[in-house]
């Protein structure tokens, strides 16, 4: 059963740069596209990035675009987003998921909060 | 982008009974290859959204058969068959047709 465990989390004033890790286990991490997805406090559900399964290509909604990156280190089995010119809306959980056919796994998430 | 529109349950529902869940897409979900790219998740409280299915109509690994997605190109609907306890919570659908990839704002179901 595939695991992912997210890490990196914190409070950061607006402005600053946070970079999250997703440390991914049982499963071949190479195989699987992978995707970040952000749930603000009481909110719903909103897609913050894909990277395919080799890195080569990388998809964000405008709302990151431009101030959040993903990479993924295949070797280390490790997902990562750089997210730089933090906003007070990108305050969320923060959830990395393993993509097959649909979003197969998740990691427990990890809490961003953006604030002076 | 495609707007992912759901609907809202008459809650609660009574365990026992079944609950129908709809989805409407801004755009059809079906791709060249002829299969439909709709997500259903369920997120208990406290926890990680899990996948109930995918492709439309496909039940994840280990998902009971209780729940079964349905739909055309732009209408799309999940039934749990049977409600239990265990399965309140905010259901949600995804289009993975293209990106930008979207959810539908979520619908809660409660037992009783």
């Known amino acids: 059963e595939g695991q992912l465990v997210e890490s990196g989390g914190g409070l950061v004033e607006p402005g600053r740069s946070l970079k999250l890790s997703c440390a991914a286990s049982?499963?071949?991490?190479?195989?699987?596209?992978m995707d970040w997805v952000r749930q603000a406090p009481k909110k719903g559900l909103e897609w913050v990035a894909s990277?395919?399964?080799?890195?080569?290509?990388?998809y964000y909604p405008d709302s990151v675009k431009g101030r959040f990156t993903i990479s993924r280190d295949n070797a280390k089995s490790t997902l990562y987003l750089q997210m730089n010119s933090l906003r007070s809306e990108d305050t969320a959980t923060y959830y990395c998921?393993?993509?097959?056919?649909?979003?197969?796994?998740w990691g427990q998430g990890v809490m961003v909060t953006v604030s002076s | 982008d495609i707007v992912m529109t759901q609907g809202v349950l008459p809650n609660p529902v009574p365990s026992g009974e079944s609950a129908s869940i709809t989805c409407r897409s801004s755009k059809s979900l079906v791709y060249k290859d002829g299969k439909t790219y709709l997500n259903w998740f369920l997120q208990r409280p406290g926890q990680s959204p899990q996948l109930l299915t995918y492709?439309?109509?496909t039940r994840a690994s280990g998902v009971s058969d209780r729940f079964s997605g349905s739909g055309s190109g732009t209408y799309f609907t999940l039934k749990i068959s049977r409600v239990r306890a265990e399965d309140a919570g905010v259901y949600y659908c995804q289009q993975v047709r293209e990106y930008p990839l979207t959810f539908g704002s979520g619908t809660k179901l409660e037992i009783k």
């Open positions: 998921a393993a993509v097959k056919t649909g979003f197969d796994y």
């Open positions: 990277i395919s399964t080799g890195g080569g290509n990388t």
């Open positions: 492709w439309m109509s």
């Open positions: 049982g499963f071949t991490f190479s195989n699987y596209v």
